[in-house]
Nanobody, 114 residues
Framework: VQLQASGGGLVQPGGSLRLSCAAS????????MGWYRQAPGKERDLVAT???????NYADSVKGRFTISRDNAKNTVYLQMNSLKPEDTAVYYC?????????WGQGTQVTVSS
């Protein structure tokens, strides 16, 4: 399983970014996909998850600002991030949960700063 994330960058507070993560090497029809993030000096925390059927789950800190979605035909998961805040600055990692194993992408940096 390979995950390729893209879409990070530098954005001003209040701005938006869209992250993408393309998965390959397996079928993902039964798998949860999602995003975590890790800020400097902090643990990796859940941002959002989505099931194959589209059921979503969000961290309280991003509810109402971030939207996770997936394109099952493309094995791709997205994270639309709006109203970004400096505290959203982190490396964002996509993942796929296959059974008891989590597979991780390489991470993409998101920096929110004026």
């Amino acid at each position: 399983v390979q995950l390729q994330a893209s879409g990070g960058g530098l954005v001003q507070p209040g701005g938006s970014l869209r992250l993408s993560c393309a998965a390959s090497g397996s079928a993902f029809s039964r798998d949860v996909m999602g995003w975590y993030r890790q800020a400097p000096g902090k643990e990796r925390d859940l941002v959002a998850t989505i099931t194959f059927g589209g059921t979503t789950n969000y961290a309280d800190s991003v509810k109402g600002r971030f939207t996770i979605s997936r394109d099952n035909a493309k094995n791709t998961v997205y994270l639309q991030m709006n109203s970004l805040k400096p505290e959203d600055t982190a490396v964002y990692y996509c993942y796929v949960k296959k059974g008891s194993i989590n597979y991780w992408g390489q991470g993409t940096q998101v920096t929110v700063s004026s």
